[in-house]
């Protein structure tokens, strides 16, 4: 089983509509990030978490929120989802002190 | 704030040849750590190399090198005796004791037969 779990792995959506993507870790490490891929623009940072009482912004947050549920949890939601929100999203998760990071397999997610 | 370039969007070699891919960041920290990952078509994104702000020494891993020039904030990386399997996007990573981890835009690579 891979550390760091996505789902769903694809999604499809309608405009307006409420969405979680989930992420999940067995690696025990306290730090959490989400991140945005799209073509021409890299990663992007949306928030990271530290542990569950802080979470932090990162600089693309606007129509985004997230929710850490434990320590191996952390969640992202689209309150209202919009077509500029297509994209492939990153969970991932890092035991800081400059470690690197251990991504999920992404989710790409589509607004229609 | 800190910021990642990557200043080659898509590159191309034939294979077994050398490539270098370009990185520059921009930081006022003293301590800190980039990386270079690798994105296949399966989109997984895997760790090649990682180097330490406070190391002079440059990190080697098999056929990845990386040329880190901390007074320049250049940290480019370089692949030996390229193989198909090296075709994917590169991305460009930093991170410092704040532990946000900011990517750059990415390279695509291409290695041809």
């Known amino acids: ?112 | 704030a800190q910021t990642v370039t990557q200043s080659q969007p898509e590159m191309s070699v034939q294979e077994a040849e050398t490539v270098t891919l370009s990185c520059t960041y921009d930081t006022s920290e003293n301590n800190y750590y980039l990386f270079w990952y690798k994105q296949p078509p399966s989109r997984q994104m895997i760790l090649v190399i990682r180097q330490e702000a406070y190391k002079q020494q440059n990190a080697t891993e098999n056929r990845f090198s990386v040329n880190f020039q901390k007074a320049a904030k250049s940290f480019s990386l370089k692949i030996s005796d390229s193989q198909l399997g090296d075709t994917a996007m590169y991305f460009c990573a930093f991170m410092a004791k704040d532990d946000k981890i900011i990517f750059g835009k990415g390279t695509r690579l291409h290695i041809l037969p």
């Open chain 1, 1 to 112: 089983d891979a550390d760091v779990t996505q789902t769903p792995r694809n999604r499809i959506t309608k405009t307006g509509k409420r969405i979680m993507l989930e992420c999940s870790q067995t690696k025990g490490h306290d730090r959490m990030y989400w991140y945005r891929q799209d073509p021409g623009l890299g990663l992007r940072l949306i928030y990271y978490s530290f542990d569950v009482k802080d979470i932090n912004k990162g600089e693309i947050s606007d129509g985004y929120s997230v929710s850490r549920q434990a320590q191996a949890k952390f969640s992202l939601s689209l309150e209202s989802a919009i077509p500029n929100q297509t994209a492939l999203y990153f969970c991932a998760t890092s035991d800081g002190g400059f470690t690197e990071a251990f991504f999920g397999q992404g989710t790409r997610l589509t607004v229609v």
